[in-house]
């Protein structure tokens, strides 16, 4: 069974006891933080990225809405408010669902099955791999980027982040190597080690190393070492 993470954005207490306690009848669900404003819950979803939050409108301050327009990476979200004159709006930033408090559990068990539903189609086609011409959104702090996957001549792993390389820049993202393996045309990249993947159209040259491993001189000028198990498979998969 899928898990998704979960935050409760609500400046009232009581409601978020509220939708926290809907919540525990769907296991599916983990609730791993909450946050009573906008500045808070801004931090904490930068930290936890988390896979969907259920989001009030009318906050102290600054409302859901300028929440969302603030946020780098946007989870799914679902908003959770008194007043009903905001759906329109609501939709129009692509949230899930708009419940009105308070919450009907006939309802919000409608709403569980349509965000599941949801998470159901993006882990199908996230299964699927990226086309080496389709085009990738990458953040790293202040700097965006949207460049062809082909332009991506190495990836480097991080911790539990990873290095993209093209061009000259090297930015960083928070997936793990074995992320993003699933995601990559493996005609195209080839996981070199337990810390590196490489675009193969970038090999310039490709030279004996010892204990019979291989390794690799990227055009861009990197040198790539293959692990003893990459370089048989390597062998392999480029033999007549």
């Known amino acids: 069974m899928s898990t998704y993470t979960t935050l409760i954005i609500d400046d009232e207490r009581l409601a978020r006891e509220e939708v926290r306690r809907a919540l525990g009848n769907f296991p599916e669900f983990t609730v791993i933080?909450?946050?009573?404003n906008v500045e808070v819950a801004i931090a904490l979803i930068e930290k936890e990225q988390p896979d969907i939050i259920f989001l009030d409108i009318h906050m102290p301050g600054k409302s859901g809405f300028d929440l969302l327009e603030e946020l780098g990476t946007v989870p799914?979200?679902?908003f959770t408010t008194a007043y009903d004159q905001y759906a329109v709006r609501a939709f129009e930033v692509n949230a899930l669902d708009y419940l009105v408090k308070p919450l009907r559990e006939e309802r919000f068990a409608k709403t569980?099955?349509?965000?599941?539903l949801e998470f159901k189609k993006q882990e199908e086609k996230q299964r699927a791999p990226l086309a080496?011409?389709?085009?990738?959104?990458?953040?790293?702090?202040?700097?965006?980027?949207f460049i062809a996957l082909s332009e991506v001549s190495l990836i480097e792993s991080m911790d539990n982040y990873a290095r993209l390389y093209f061009g000259n820049e090297k930015p960083m993202i928070k997936r793990s190597l074995n992320q993003l393996e699933e995601r990559l045309d493996p005609k195209i990249f080839f996981r070199a080690n337990r810390s590196q993947i490489i675009?193969?159209?970038?090999?310039?040259?490709?030279?004996?190393?010892f204990n019979n491993k291989l390794r690799l001189v990227l055009t861009t000028g990197e040198i790539v070492d293959l692990s003893n198990r990459q370089s048989v498979t390597f062998k392999k998969r480029n033999s007549l």
Do not use: L, W
């Not at 933080?33 to 009573?36: K, M, Q, S, T, Y």
């Not at 569980?112 to 599941?116: F, R, S």
């Open 132 to 145: 080496s011409h389709q085009k990738i959104f990458i953040k790293d702090g202040e700097r965006v980027y």
């Open 33 to 36: 933080g909450e946050a009573n």
């Open 76 to 78: 799914e979200v679902v």
């Open 199 to 209: 675009n193969t159209e970038y090999i310039k040259e490709i030279q004996p190393y």
């Open 112 to 116: 569980i099955e349509k965000v599941k």
